[in-house]
């Protein structure tokens, strides 16, 4: 059973996530040959300012 968990500064559409979990879902298939329904995603939205880079946060 995959889990994935992504992570992203900001957030995303609907539309925006539900192609993320397709592809990934895809991909994993395709590449691992792991069954759809057993294939996990989770998206993490995270603010922005609570993200750094370079030793400052973003804005």
């Not at 500064?9 to 609907?14: E, N, V, Y």
């Not at 192609?19 to 995270?46: F, L, S």
């Not at 609570?50 to 400052?56: D, F, L, N, V």
């Amino acid at each position: 059973m995959p889990y994935i968990n992504v992570k992203v500064a900001g957030q995303l559409s609907r539309e925006q996530r539900e192609q993320i979990v397709k592809e990934m879902t895809d991909t994993m298939k395709r590449v691992a040959g792991k069954p759809e329904a057993a294939t996990y995603i989770v998206i993490d939205e995270v603010p922005r300012d609570q993200w750094a880079k370079g030793g400052a946060l973003l804005e």
